[in-house]
Nanobody
Framework: QVQLVESGGGLVQPGGSLRLSCAAS????????MGWYRQQPGNERELVAQ???????NYADSVKGRFTISGDNAKNTVYLQMNSLKPEDTAVYFC????WGYGIDYWGKGTLVTVSS
């Protein structure tokens, strides 16, 4: 069982920055995929940023050039640096990982990001 704990959400003004963190209970080397999704009220959960294997990160078009996903192997933590935030980025952000082998998906409980003046 993998536990994922997100942190770093909050209220920020448009144009501001936040860094989300996702601490995993196991080594991030255990995961074939790591990523961040978000869900806005009334909408389905959507992919924001993802790293699969040793590949390059991929991003939703809406966040390209503003968000950066990264991982710290020593801390078993995945980050999402969010810059130039817009009101439409307001959502609950969820950390996601998928294990090697059986491809089991794990989700964090989410952290709320609110972009508003």
């Amino acid at each position: 069982q993998v536990q994922l704990v997100e942190s770093g959400g909050g209220l920020v003004q448009p144009g501001g920055s936040l860094r989300l963190s996702c601490a995993a209970s196991g080594s991030i080397f255990s995961f074939n995929a790591m990523g961040w999704y978000r869900q806005q009220p009334g909408n389905e959960r959507e992919l924001v940023a993802q790293i699969i294997g040793a590949g390059r990160p991929n991003y939703a078009d809406s966040v390209k050039g503003r968000f950066t996903i990264s991982g710290d192997n020593a801390k078993n933590t995945v980050y999402l640096q969010m810059n130039s935030l817009k009101p439409e980025d307001t959502a609950v952000y969820f950390c996601h990982v998928r294990t090697w082998g059986y491809g089991i998906d794990y989700w964090g409980k989410g952290t709320l990001v609110t972009v508003s003046s």
